[in-house]
C-alpha cells in the first residue's frame, strides 16, 4: 500500500486526505510551515515539519506527498524545492472521479468527488480538479492548474499553467485560455484568453492584467 503525506494542514488539506483514504491509500500525517500545528492533532493525524519528516523512517521508506495548497504559485514553488530534495510526488483521484480512455494525469494532481475527465485528456502536474469540474474531450491542461467546482470545459480546451477558472466557470470548445490567466466565478468563455489576463462575466470580458502576478515567481525563488 502505498504511504503518503500531504503538504498543507488546510481545509484543502482535509479533502485530500479523505480522497486518500477512500482509496486506500495509507495516511501518514501532514506537513505545515506553521510552527504553531506541529505535533498537533489535525483531521486525525500527526502534523510534522519538513525538516522533522526528512529524518522520519517515512521519508527513506519512499512515502509520496501531495502537496494541498490552493495558490497555484505557492504550489509550483514549494514542488519545485521538494523535487530538488529528492521528494516524490503521488496523485489523489476520488473514487468518484471519471476518466476517459488515453487520459493523463500528471504527478502530484488531485481528482475530487464527480470530477470527469474525457478521452484523450491530459491534465498537468500538481493541479487542482475540484469537486463536479469536468474537462471534455481532448482537452490539455497545463502544470498548477487550479479548476473550481462545478466548472466545465469543452472539447479541445487548453488551459496555460498557472491558471485559475473559478467556481461554476463554462467554456465553450476549442478555447485557449492563457499562462497565469483568471477566469471568475461563473464566467461562460467564448472567445480565446491571452496570458497574464483576468476575465469576468457572460460573455467573459477583460478586466485586468496580472503581470504582477507573473513577477511573484522570480521573486520567491
Known sequence: MQKYVIYGASGHGKVVADILEKSDASVIGFLDDDSQKWRQD???????????????D???DECKIIIAIGDNFVRKILAEKLADNGIKFGKAIHPSAVIGKNVIIGEGTVLMANSVINAETQIGNHCIINTSASVDHDGLIGDFVHLSPGCH?????????????????SVIQNIEIGRN????????????????????????????????????LGEKK
Request: net charge positive; charged share 15%.
Open 58 to 60: 517515512f521519508f527513506h
Open 153 to 169: 470545459l469543452g472539447g479541445g480546451v487548453k488551459v496555460g499553467e498557472l491558471s485559475w477558472i473559478g467556481l461554476g466557470a
Open 181 to 216: 490567466t483568471i477566469i471568475g466565478a461563473g464566467a461562460v468563455v467564448i472567445h480565446s484568453v491571452p496570458n497574464d489576463k483576468a476575465a469576468v462575466g457572460n460573455p467573459a470580458r477583460f478586466i485586468k492584467s496580472r503581470t504582477n502576478e507573473t513577477s511573484r
Open 42 to 56: 489535525f483531521f486525525g493525524y500527526k502534523v510534522f515539519n519538513y525538516s522533522e519528516f526528512m529524518t522520519t
